[in-house]
Structures are given as structure tokens and as C-alpha cells.
């Protein structure tokens, strides 16, 4: 989640970009709002038509923030748009992200109004992000695996107990995530977002029981579906685990390193088969 510091034209203007189009489509709802101002007034609403238009300061400092900076998101310009285009259907909604990183400020922007929570392994990169961007709401997780137990956990996870569905917390699956803040696994996800933990060393965490985790609570949430999106599908870890827990009959699309899937839930028919 956290890329290397690099330059990028072509993202930084499709970030203007699509700060511009959030930045209107504001601006419209402002001025529909407006209209209704004396409504409010008479109905004991401290709202005024100045206050009412006015940007948000979050989305103003977003915007600010990514015009000015040399330091742009990991993923391409492509990969972006295929969140953001549900991003814009969804919004406001609950958006869990595995990663704390540079894009973070903007996928919280583009969620504006709903809750966006991310998870992070590392505390002082969690502390040096909040000095910067206090609005973020963040958490830290602890892994307890490593990539070099990929082929041990990926056949542990063909087990009868990783396909129960329930709540990972309780799971019996190795796979499981288990010791995450209480309000991730009561939270009803409309998008889940793995691009965290650190994968590219032998003695990383790996993406192992991110990539499982997000599809159970997808799966264990009451009714819906959960679009769930996996960055790096082109290492090896992310590749596997996705097509196994996430599963190829549910995966809409791949753009770049990009993996877009959408998983219903099975609470409503615990007969459903782990992948269709």
C-alpha cells in the first residue's frame, strides 16, 4: 500500500481530474441545496447559503494535496478508475482498505460522506500519516504469517473449516484474521480493498489472510454483495489466493495488476458452494 516515491504525469492529471468532476458534481448538489435554504431556515436549520456551498475542507485539502505533490499513488491511472467507477455508484458507503499509503487521502475523498478505515502493520508510518492527515481513520494489525508459508496456508485453507461461513473471529481457518478492531467484523462492507500487508520478501507478512479475511466478510455479511479489489495479482501470492478464496467465477474484471470481484453474501443459503 505504501509504493515508492515516483513522479507521474499522467496520474497526477487524472487525480485533478477526477477532483474537478467531484469538485461539480458538489457544486450542482450545493446549488440544488441552495434552493431549499429558506426551507431550512424555517425550520430551525443554522444552514446558510454560503455554508451550504461551500467545499468541504477535507475535499479541499485532498485536492490541494495531490496538485501539489511529487509523491502520486502506487496503482496506474487505469487500476484507480476501476475502484472509483464504484466508488461513484456506491458513495457514501463503508470502504475497508488493507494499507495505509499515498492513495489513502484520495480514496477517502472519493468516499466522502461514508466511513473509509484503513488497517496498517506498521505504527510509526501510522502515526507519521495522522500528524499529516488527522482525518483518516486508521488501525494497526499484527500478522502472524510469512511469505514463505504461502503453499502450507494455501493448502490449510482447503480445509472444511475455511469453508464455513461465519465470522472470521470465531473461524477455525488458519486463514482467518482474528484479532482485528471489533467494529471491521461488524461492519457491513460495501467495498473491501487489499493492497496491504508488505508481500515482495521472503520473511514479509504476505496478503495471505487479507485476501482470505475480505472474501469471508463478504460472504458473512447479511444480504448484498461486497466488491472486493486486490492489488499486485501479478506476484505470485496475490495471483493464487485470490483465485482460490476469492474465486474466478465472481471476478468481474482484471486491469493492470488490478483484480475486481464481487461476492454475494451466503448467510441467506449457507448451501451456496464456496465458489460458484
Excluded at 477532483?19 to 458534481?25: E, H, S
Amino acid at each position: 500500500m505504501r509504493p515508492k516515491t515516483h513522479s507521474s504525469l499522467s496520474l497526477k492529471l487524472l487525480l485533478i481530474c477526477v477532483f474537478i468532476v467531484f469538485l461539480l458534481l458538489f457544486v450542482l448538489r450545493s446549488s440544488l441545496t441552495s434552493s431549499n435554504v429558506s426551507t431550512l431556515a424555517s425550520s430551525g436549520s443554522t444552514c446558510s447559503s454560503q455554508k451550504c456551498n461551500k467545499l468541504p475542507s477535507s475535499v479541499a485539502k485532498s485536492l490541494i494535496h495531490y496538485t501539489t505533490s511529487a509523491i502520486t499513488p502506487q496503482q496506474t491511472p487505469k487500476e484507480i478508475s476501476v475502484t472509483s467507477k464504484i466508488l461513484d455508484k456506491k458513495s457514501p458507503c463503508n470502504f475497508l482498505v488493507f494499507g495505509l499509503g499515498h492513495d489513502s487521502l484520495m480514496w477517502h475523498t472519493l468516499n466522502y460522506g461514508g466511513r473509509t478505515i484503513f488497517l496498517e502493520e506498521d505504527e510509526a508510518w501510522i502515526e507519521q500519516i495522522k500528524k499529516r492527515f488527522p482525518m483518516l481513520e486508521s488501525y494497526h494489525v499484527t500478522y502472524d504469517t510469512k511469505v514463505n508459508q504461502a503453499n502450507v496456508l494455501i493448502e490449510a485453507g482447503k480445509g472444511t473449516e475455511c469453508a464455513t461461513i461465519g465470522d472470521p473471529r470465531y473461524s477455525m481457518c488458519q486463514l482467518a484474521l482474528k484479532g482485528l478492531p471489533s467494529e471491521i467484523y461488524d461492519t457491513k462492507w460495501d467495498l473491501i480493498m487489499v493492497d496491504a500487508p508488505t508481500g515482495y520478501y521472503e520473511d514479509a507478512p504476505g496478503r495471505m489472510t487479507a485476501i482470505y479475511t475480505a472474501g469471508m466478510m463478504a460472504r458473512n455479511r447479511e444480504d448484498g454483495e461486497t466488491h472486493v479489489f486486490v492489488h499486485d495479482v501479478n506476484r505470485d501470492i496475490e495471483d493464487k489466493f485470490s483465485r482460490e478464496f476469492l474465486c474466478e467465477g465472481y471476478m468481474k474484471k482484471q486491469v493492470g495488476r488490478l483484480r475486481h470481484f464481487t461476492i454475494p453474501s451466503h448467510k441467506s443459503n449457507l448451501d451456496m458452494p464456496f465458489c460458484p
